[in-house]
């Protein structure tokens, strides 16, 4: 299960899962609602540690990026 929240005008895309970073990118393109072919750059990548040291969760911030 995955979640993915856009961030609007400011054209960047977060998503966040706490099964795997696959998931997180998924959200944050699902979250942008971009047509099929858009490009986008990971702006940022953040992993919450549970435990000795588990990944809790991933959150994932996507940009429109250039061309192919």
Same mark, same amino acid.
């Not at 993915?4 to 706490?18: D, M, P």
């Not at 393109?29 to 588990?54: C, L, M, Y």
């Given at each position: ?35 099929? &072919?858009?490009?986008? !750059?990971? =702006?940022?990548?953040? *992993?919450? %540690?549970? &435990?000795?040291?588990? !990944?809790? =969760?991933?959150?994932? *911030?996507? %940009?429109? &990026?250039?061309?192919?």
């Amino acid at each position: 299960m995955y979640e993915g929240e856009g961030e609007g005008k400011s054209h960047a895309f977060v998503g966040t899962s706490r099964e795997s970073l696959d998931n997180a990118i998924r959200a944050a393109v699902h979250a942008s609602g971009a047509d099929h &072919g858009t490009v986008f !750059v990971v =702006s940022q990548i953040e *992993v919450v %540690t549970e &435990g000795d040291p588990n !990944v809790g =969760s991933y959150k994932v *911030v996507l %940009t429109p &990026g250039g061309g192919r």
